[in-house]
C-alpha cells in the first residue's frame, strides 16, 4: 500500500509526527506501522527509559496524555504506543486537547482497531493538522491475490496464481492469518521455487485437491464425480470446511459468472479487468459460461441463497451438513 510505504519512509528520512492515529478495519497494517515505529524511531540503548506500551482497556485519556507530556531521559524523544485503543471509543474525544498541543518530543501512536473515526469531530481535525490520520482498509477477495503476490516478490519469493487463490479461499481475507502463513512458506521454500499449491499442503495443512477453489472448478467443469468427491471429503471434516464458506465462495462465483455473461467484450484481458481476476482464471469462466447459460446461472445463485438459510438454520430443520452438501450439488449440476 502505497500510504504505508510513504508513512514509513517519512519515518526513515527523520520526518516524524507528534501523533499517529492508526484506525479501520485491517488489523494488519496498523500493526506493521505500530511495529515499524517501535523499533526504528529509538535506538535499542534509549527504549529503557524512553518507550513505553499502554493498552486501551487498561487506561484512560487521561493516563495516556499524563505519559505523553513526560519529557525524554538523555534522548531527543519518547514513544508512547497505545495498543487495543478502541476501548477508549466512548472518550476518545477527549484526547483533543492534547492533539491540538502535542509534545514536540513525544512521539504518540495510537492503535485504533475495527472502528473508524468521525471526520466530523475535533480530534479528526486536529489529527489532520498536527500529526498523521490513516485507515486501514479491508482488502476486497479479489485484490488479497495481488496482495500475497506483491508481498512475497518484495522478499525475493514467487507463487503460482493457483497457490495464491487456494491461499485466498482457505484462509479469507485476513492479512495478518495470511502473513503468518506466508513466513512459513519463506523459512522452509528457497527464493529460486515457485511456491505452488503442493507446498502449501505439506506446510500450511491446506489440502491442494479437497478444497473449495477445487470444487468451484469441478462445478465449473460439471465434473460430478471429482465434485461429490471433495464434498464427501467436506462432510468428513466439517470443522475445516464449514457449509456457510462454500456457500459464499460459489455465490460469489456464479455472481461474476452472471457479470461474464452480460460483458460485450469476451477477450482474456477485457474479462479480467471487468471481474477483478487475475487472467489466469478466465479460462475458468469461459468454460462454465458454456455449461451454465445466463437463466440457469441465475437459478444457482437464488438456490445459493436459499442454501446459505438453510445452513444458518433457517427452515433446514436440522439437517446435516452432509446432507445440506449434497442437496447444494444436486441443485447446481
Known amino acids: 500500500m502505497d500510504e504505508v510505504k510513504l508513512i514509513v519512509d517519512n ?97 504518540l501512536v495510537i492503535c485504533y482497531k475495527y472502528k473508524k473515526l468521525d471526520k466530523r469531530k475535533k480530534l479528526y481535525k486536529a489529527i489532520q493538522k498536527n500529526g498523521v490520520l490513516f485507515e486501514s482498509k479491508k482488502l476486497y477477495e479479489n485484490q488479497v491475490s495481488d496482495w500475497i503476490r506483491k508481498t512475497l516478490g518484495g522478499k525475493g519469493h514467487r507463487i503460482s496464481p493457483k497457490a495464491s487463490q487456494l491461499l485466498v479461499e482457505c484462509l479469507g481475507t485476513d492479512l495478518g492469518r495470511i502473513y503468518n502463513e506466508l513466513q512459513k512458506l519463506q523459512l522452509v521454500l528457497p527464493k529460486e521455487i515457485e511456491i505452488a499449491p503442493a507446498h502449501i499442503e ?22 460430478v464425480v471429482k465434485a461429490a468427491r471433495i464434498i464427501n471429503y467436506f462432510s468428513q471434516n466439517p470443522k475445516d470446511n464449514p457449509f456457510v464458506l462454500t456457500v459464499t465462495l460459489l455465490h460469489a462465483f456464479f455472481a461474476q459468472l452472471l457479470k461474464y455473461h452480460g460483458l460485450k467484450d469476451h477477450t482474456p484481458k477485457s474479462v479480467a479487468s471487468a471481474l477483478r481476476i487475475n487472467p489466469y482464471f478466465v479460462g475458468e469462466f469461459q468454460t462454465a459460461a458454456k455449461n451454465y447459460p445466463m437463466k440457469k446461472a441465475s437459478q444457482i445463485v437464488s438456490h445459493l441463497r436459499e442454501m446459505d438459510l438453510k445452513g444458518k438454520g433457517v427452515g433446514a430443520n436440522a439437517l446435516s451438513q452432509t446432507d445440506l452438501l449434497k442437496e447444494l450439488l444436486v441443485k447446481i449440476i
Open 11 to 107: 519515518i526513515r528520512n527523520g520526518h516524524i509526527k507528534p501523533v499517529y492515529f492508526l484506525f479501520g478495519e485491517e488489523a494488519y497494517y496498523i500493526d506493521r506501522i505500530a511495529e515499524f515505529i517501535e523499533n526504528n524511531v529509538l535506538s535499542e540503548e534509549e527504549r529503557g527509559f524512553n518507550q513505553m506500551t499502554l493498552y486501551g482497556r487498561d487506561v484512560s485519556i487521561d493516563d495516556i496524555v499524563g505519559n505523553a507530556k513526560r519529557y525524554p531521559m538523555m534522548a531527543q524523544r519518547q514513544v508512547l504506543i497505545v495498543k487495543e485503543a478502541q476501548h477508549l471509543s466512548r472518550t476518545i474525544e477527549n484526547l483533543t486537547g492534547y492533539v491540538d498541543h502535542p509534545q514536540p518530543t513525544t512521539v
Open 202 to 223: 505439506e506446510h500450511i495443512g491446506i489440502s491442494k485437491d479437497y478444497n473449495n477453489f477445487e470444487l468451484k472448478k469441478a462445478i465449473g467443469e460439471r465434473d
